[in-house]
Nanobody
Framework: VQLQASGGGLVQAGGSLRLSCAAS????????MAWFRQAPGKEREFVAA????????YYADSVRGRFTISRDTANNTVHLAMNTLKPEDTAVYYC???????????????WGQGTLVTVSS
């Protein structure tokens, strides 16, 4: 089972990026999935999540209104559309699947390798 994150890069403040997380090895159509991020020198933090049976997204206060999480169940993929990016959004972004506890905790069963997002001022 593997989660492959992609789509990171360098963008100017105010710009947009779209991250993707492709799952392989099994279907995650009935799994809750999430994005976390870790900035240099900081702990990994929750960004957004989406339950398998609900179209509602769950977001950290810092990204609500700017980021949107979506799922492409047919392609076993979850996306994170990031708009109005700020320098403080700079981090390595990780996708995760199947929380063992709450959506917001770090206790997920599967993790992707991370993709770097750098926002310049």
């Amino acid at each position: 089972v593997q989660l492959q994150a992609s789509g990171g890069g360098l963008v100017q403040a105010g710009g947009s990026l779209r991250l993707s997380c492709a799952a392989s090895g099994r279907t995650f159509s009935r799994s809750d999935m999430a994005w976390f991020r870790q900035a240099p020198g900081k702990e990994r933090e929750f960004v957004a999540a989406r339950r398998w049976n609900n179209v509602r997204g769950y977001y950290a206060d810092s990204v609500r209104g700017r980021f949107t999480i979506s799922r492409d169940t047919a392609n076993n993929t979850v996306h994170l559309a990031m708009n109005t990016l700020k320098p403080e959004d700079t981090a390595v972004y990780y996708c995760a699947a199947e929380p063992r506890g709450t959506l917001y905790s770090h206790n997920y069963r599967y993790w992707g390798q991370g993709t770097l997002v750098t926002v310049s001022s």
